[in-house]
T-cell receptor, first 113, second 115 residues
Framework: QQQVKQSPQSLIVQKGGISIINCAYE??????FPWYQQFPGKGPALLIA?????SEKKEGRFTISFNKSAKQFSLHIMDSQPGDSATYFC????????????FGSGTQLTVLP | DSGVTQTPKHLITATGQRVTLRCSPR?????VYWYQQSLDQGLQFLIQ???????AKGNILERFSAQQFPDLHSELNLSSLELGDSALYFC??????????????FGAGSRLTVL
């Protein structure tokens, strides 16, 4: 099964709060899990990515938590800012690279000032 | 600007028609990917080319075809268009065929509206 399930569909957070977006996958062959950020009128842009040999990766205010046994991974945005308001997509692929990404359905994040 | 150029930005056409979407990859990138983004299907992988050769196929309809030219630009041809083909079509490029820190860089997309 090549599906990646993402939740929630939309998320509203106050400025300074923590935004959490979750994804779950079925295919245990997936070995590359990126998160993409998309602003209106733009293409998705890579935000952060993780491979299954680590349980957490942090870049600035963005952290991926990865649970291999549960086949779940999540994006945490600390100290959320209005400029973070965008659509976030989780994705997965096989072969440790970004080719042929299978995307989640997306989460529209709104950070209120 | 991501470095991936897509034209046209917007395209309105009628059912049954044929259109061509064009993509110029980021300088130095050999792989080109096409994705379709629609409200009901989300982002779906269509096809990948590497240095002129087809490398992988996803959920691409038989009415759709693509190619990558020697200068590495790519075209996605959509024919016998249906209302359901209305979507954003994204091109992405990456430097390598597989493995490594192979980051996909997306263009801004071509919005196709079929009336």
């Amino acid at each position: 099964q090549q599906q990646v399930k993402q939740s929630p569909q939309s998320l509203i957070v106050q400025k300074g709060g923590i935004s959490i977006i979750n994804c779950a996958y079925e295919n245990t062959a997936f070995d590359y899990f990126p998160w993409y950020q998309q602003f209106p009128g733009k293409g998705p842009a890579l935000l952060i990515a993780i491979r299954p040999d680590v349980s957490e990766k942090k870049e600035g205010r963005f952290t991926i938590s990865f649970n291999k046994s549960a086949k779940q991974f999540s994006l945490h945005i600390m100290d959320s800012q209005p400029g973070d308001s965008a659509t976030y997509f989780c994705a997965a692929s096989i072969g440790g690279s970004a080719r042929q990404l299978t995307f989640g359905s997306g989460t529209q994040l709104t950070v209120l000032p | 600007d991501s470095g991936v150029t897509q034209t046209p930005k917007h395209l309105i056409t009628a059912t049954g028609q044929r259109v061509t979407l064009r993509c110029s990859p980021r300088s130095g990138d050999l792989s080109v990917y096409w994705y379709q983004q629609s409200l009901d299907q989300g982002l779906q992988f269509l096809i990948q080319y590497y240095n002129g050769e087809e490398r992988a196929k996803g959920n691409i309809l038989e009415r759709f075809s693509a190619q990558q030219f020697p200068d590495l630009h790519s075209e996605l041809n959509l024919s016998s268009l249906e209302l359901g083909d209305s979507a954003l079509y994204f091109c992405a490029s990456s430097p390598l065929q597989r493995a490594g820190a192979n980051v996909l860089t997306f263009g801004a997309g071509s919005r196709l509206t079929v009336l």
